[in-house]
Each structure stands twice: as structure tokens, then as C-alpha cells.
């Protein structure tokens, strides 16, 4: 029986994440559960699309669909901070 990897079951960060980064860091974690687990296995786990659509037991394209819905949130989160920052 093939077991699903959750993100419990991955290694620490690639990249440690500096003070600059953190509206950025806290932004990711406003998202919703989907666009969040995506984006945190692309972009800070350095997992490509394929191995993110596997450990989420998705498909690939399902993962590119997300993580441009979690690039638009993201892009609407961080420039609303700027605008009432």
C-alpha cells in the first residue's frame, strides 16, 4: 500500500527564513489549506510540480492551477498590507 507524505512528514526547511520574510511567511499562512500546502512544497521544500502532485496525491496540473490561485492571493494579501501599512 502506497502511503501519502504529509507535509508532518517532511524535512525542515530548505531555507531558513529571514526577519525581511516574515509578512511574506505570515501571508503563506493566511492561505487556505490547499493553496498553502502547495506553495510550501514548491517554493520552500525545492520539490517540483511532479513530486508536489505526489505527495498531495493530485495531479500535476491540479498543483500549477494552485499555485497560481495561491500567486494572486498572495499578490492581494501583500499589497493590501502596503496600502494600509
Given at each position: 500500500?502506497?502511503?501519502?507524505?504529509?507535509?508532518?512528514?517532511?524535512?525542515?526547511?530548505?531555507?531558513q527564513i529571514?526577519?525581511?520574510?516574515?509578512?511574506?511567511?505570515?501571508?503563506?499562512?493566511?492561505?487556505?489549506?490547499?493553496?498553502?500546502?502547495?506553495?510550501?512544497?514548491?517554493?520552500?521544500?525545492?520539490?517540483?510540480?511532479?513530486?508536489?502532485?505526489?505527495?498531495?496525491?493530485?495531479?500535476?496540473?491540479?498543483?500549477?492551477?494552485?499555485?497560481?490561485?495561491?500567486?494572486?492571493?498572495?499578490?492581494i494579501l501583500?499589497?493590501?498590507?502596503?496600502?494600509?501599512?
Amino acid at each position: 500500500m502506497d502511503r501519502r507524505i504529509t507535509p508532518e512528514d517532511l524535512p525542515e526547511p530548505a531555507c531558513q527564513i529571514e526577519s525581511e520574510d516574515v509578512e511574506l511567511t505570515l501571508a503563506i499562512m493566511r492561505l487556505p489549506k490547499h493553496l498553502r500546502e502547495v506553495t510550501l512544497l514548491y517554493y520552500y521544500q525545492d520539490m517540483t510540480i511532479r513530486e508536489t502532485a505526489q505527495a498531495l496525491g493530485v495531479a500535476p496540473s491540479t498543483v500549477s492551477q494552485r499555485l497560481k490561485h495561491a500567486q494572486a492571493k498572495l499578490r492581494i494579501l501583500l499589497e493590501g498590507r502596503e496600502l494600509h501599512g
